[in-house]
Each structure stands twice: as C-alpha cells, then as structure tokens.
C-alpha cells in the first residue's frame, strides 16, 4: 500500500480526547470516540506545514476557492451537484445540529430520532429545550431497518417540527438506501417536518451511498446536510463542517440562527487542510476503506470462530462496529469495566446511545490490524476464563 495504516500510535499527553482517558488506563487501547488511530494523508500535512511556515494565522473566511474544491468533490465522489453559495460553514457538525434545533424548532417541540443513535443527538435536543420524539430502528436480520409506520406518526404530530437523521447511520453502520431515503423525504416533505440529514461519514462506506437531496430537488429544498472532511481525513480537531443547504429560504433561516451562535470565521488551518484534502487525497480515500473493510473482516470472522456469544451487526459503512454483548450476562457497567480493566479495550458504551444501546458496545476500530488482533484475543482469553 501507499500509505501507512500499520503504526500503532502512542498519543498520550497530547491533549487527545480519548487518548487523555486512556492515561487513565495504562494497559487499554481506546476504541472509543470516533476518530481514527492512523495518521492522515500526507498532502494534508504538507498543505498545512506549508501554511504555517508562513506565520500568519488571521481570522479567514470560506472563499470561492474553499467552496468550489467542495463542489468539485461532491460531484466527483457523489454525484451530486452543489452550487457554492449553498455551503455553509459552522464549527462542526455537532455544533451545525444544535443550530439547526434552535433554527427550525422552538422550546417545547419536537425533533424526530431513530435511536440507538449518535448520542450528541439527543443532547442538542435536551440541552435547547425540546423534546426528543423516538422513532427506535427495528432488528430484522442482523442488520436494523426503520420504522416506517411510526415515523409517520411522529411527523403527523404538530408538535415535531424537526428530524435529525444519520446517514450513514452511527452506530448501527447502515448505508439507506434510495427507497428509505425518498420513503422518510416524502414523510418529512408531507408533514412540513424539516430534515436534517448528518453525512459525516458519507466517504466511509462498503456499498453505495445516496447523499438525499441529490435524488430530486424537491427533497433538496427541505434539507440540510451536514458533510465535513473530519471523519474521512482524521482531521476533526480543526472543528470546521461544511453544512450545505441548497433551498434559499431554509438557508436563511439557519444563518440567521448561525450568527445569533456567535460564529463568523472557519479555522484557519481548516481552509489548507480542505482544499488539500478534496484535490489531492482519493487514493488516500480508497486505501482507507480498503482497511477499514479488512479490520470488519477480520473482527466477523474472529467472533465467528472464537467469539459466538458475542453479536456483530452488519456493516455497510463508518467505521464503527456494533456489538450486541448482552448474551455475556452483565449489566452495561459490569460489561464496560470487564472491557477496559480485563481485556484492555476501552469502548464506547451502548446506552450511551439510547436505551435501545443496552448490552451493546461501540468499538471504532480505524486502528491497525495489530492493535485489534491483539484486542481481540486478549478478549477471547479473558472470557473463557469466566465461561
């Protein structure tokens, strides 16, 4: 390969969010938050070497140039053509969805759900004021699908004025397909629901991904999708996402909410980093799918052959593996600490994710083979000692 996704990095006292916890844990690798343990691409850090050579880190501003590198990608890796004044910059997708949930609903309302979900979900919702309403993903076959008949209950009631949906799905890992998409579209558009689409992990993904306003302009105009270069380029400490929003009014009405949030510049190595990222890292792109993909591989067949009281879901896209560890017969702390004190993985725990999460564990394993292996059969060694 041309890049390098073997070495197993020691990022302590670094100011790491989930490495600073594993200092806690000497003997733990951590699988928890969603950032990957491989460098990124080496374009990406010379763009950035090249930048702060020059000694200048002043106030900027998403330009054309920034924008039409987006556009570009989107056309090229999605099929979707964006025009560059429908890009909108915030300080990250979670700080895009907790505008959005201040621009589109009001304290007491609603927004639409589908737990087990990315849990900064529901705390944009509860932290501003309004209510979650839950439309819980269904098991069916190893995999989840979505509650349909549900989905247009919630959305009937007046009070649920918007939906937060995750696509790719964290942390279930599906990829929706252009049926589900346009079935929740046409659910949404039906019931003047507006819909905020998270496709953070769009370039992450082992079957095809739909990007949902790119399927019809109707849906476009009721949509916001929140895309950003941190999960595909590990660079999600420059805290910049590019949130685009093709319909005029709906994007007015977030940028008005945005400027009332207090932000006005992106970060400024965010801009170098960007335009390096989406013209130059492709390969990069595919290289990392490709381990990603193998590290899935790897860890079904290992629970397949040593590890059949443990559950993994199926995985068509993130990089994120959901584990249904509730056949091992502890309660989520039991499990969590039996994790991280006995077999040396820190995860993320399940109910982290809604109640649905329950007796399940989140493990990002964007980390080389080595380190997962080793995960692995210290796991397996650790149980059969208990079973």
């Not at 969805?97 to 849990?119: C, D, L, M, S, W």
């Not at 998270?198 to 370039?203: G, P, S």
């Not at 302009?217 to 929140?226: F, S």
Request: proline share 4%.
């Amino acid at each position: 390969m041309k890049y390098d996704f073997n070495t197993i990095p020691n990022r302590q006292n670094s100011g790491s969010l989930k490495w600073d916890f594993q200092s806690e844990h000497k003997n733990a690798f951590p699988f928890s938050v969603a950032d990957m343990e491989w460098k990124t691409a080496p374009q990406i850090i010379e763009a950035m070497k090249d930048f702060a050579s020059s000694g200048y880190f002043c106030y900027t501003v998403a330009d054309d140039a920034y924008k039409t590198v987006i556009k570009e990608f989107m056309l090229r890796r999605h099929n979707w053509q964006i025009e560059n004044e429908w890009i909108v910059c915030t300080g990250g997708v979670v700080a895009a969805i907790n505008t959005a949930v201040r621009a589109f609903t009001k304290i007491g309302e609603g927004v639409i759900i589908q737990p087990p979900v990315y849990y900064p979900f529901s705390n944009a919702i509860n932290n501003n004021g309004r209510k979650i309403a839950a439309n819980p993903l269904i098991k069916k076959d190893n995999t989840y699908v979505m509650d349909f008949d549900g989905l247009e209950r919630l959305a009937a009631k007046e009070e649920n004025k918007l939906m937060l949906l995750c696509s790719p799905h964290n942390p279930v890992g599906r990829v929706w397909t252009k049926d589900e998409l346009e079935r929740v579209a046409d659910i949404c558009l039906q019931n003047n629901v507006v819909l905020v689409s998270d496709e953070i992990h769009f370039d992450i993904t082992r079957t095809p991904h739909t990007c949902l306003p790119a399927i019809s302009k109707e849906y476009a105009d009721n949509c916001v999708v929140c895309t950003a270069v941190s999960k595909t380029f590990n660079i999600a400490g420059l805290g910049t996402s590019n949130i685009i929003i093709p319909n005029h009014s709906v994007r007015n009405v977030f940028e008005k909410q945005l400027a009332a949030d207090g932000y006005t510049c992106i970060n400024c190595c965010s801009r170098p980093a960007t335009i390096a990222a989406y013209t130059q890292c492709d390969d990069w792109i595919d290289e990392m799918n490709e381990c990603v993909n193998k590290n899935f591989e790897l860890l079904g067949h290992f629970c397949k052959e040593n590890l059949p009281q443990i559950r993994l879901y199926n995985r068509e896209g993130t990089y994120l593996a959901w584990l249904d560890m509730s056949a091992l017969g502890m309660n989520d702390e039991e499990l969590e600490q039996f994790l991280i004190n006995k077999c040396g993985i820190i995860p993320d725990p399940g109910y982290w994710f809604g109640d649905e999460g329950k007796g399940f564990m989140r493990l990002d394993i964007a980390v080389p083979e080595n380190a997962l292996m080793q995960a692995l059969q210290t796991l397996h060694t650790e149980l059969s000692k208990i079973q």
